[in-house]
């Protein structure tokens, strides 16, 4: 059963960091991509970025300078790191799968098969 399990959320400051990991199981991660996107309150869910195997990624534009993803293929853990927060970075926070990396299109859900529960960021003023 593939399962992906959001874990790192919480309550970050202003100016601070936020790092969320990502464990999957269920599945070797072959061709496939991990996404990671946000939905904030009131709002549409937002395509953040994805990793592929190779550790090639794509970030989107809003975010590149502050948005870092990364794997542990060994581990079949992901993390993203978003720094320099502010209190518009509240969101639930969701990684979710993608059958291969050359799918992944920016702001697109639809490569994506299995999501992870979510887990919440807010970000104090």
């Known amino acids: 059963e593939v399962q992906l399990v959001e874990s790192g959320g919480g309550l970050v400051q202003t100016g601070g960091s936020l790092r969320l990991s990502c464990a999957a199981s269920?599945?070797?991660?072959?061709?496939?991509?991990i996404g990671w996107f946000r939905q904030a309150p009131g709002k549409e869910l937002e395509w953040m970025g994805a990793i592929g195997y190779s550790g090639s990624t794509y970030l989107s534009p809003s975010l590149k300078g502050r948005i870092f993803i990364s794997r542990d293929t060994s581990k079949n853990q992901f993390t993203l790191q978003l720094i320099s927060v502010t209190p518009e970075d509240t969101a639930v926070y969701y990684c979710?799968?993608?059958?291969?990396?050359?799918?992944?299109?920016?702001?697109?859900?639809?490569?994506?098969?299995?999501w992870g529960q979510g887990t919440q960021v807010t970000v104090s003023s």
């Open positions: 269920g599945f070797t991660f072959d061709d496939y991509a």
């Open positions: 979710a799968r993608a059958r291969y990396f050359s799918t992944v299109v920016a702001g697109s859900t639809s490569p994506y098969d299995y």
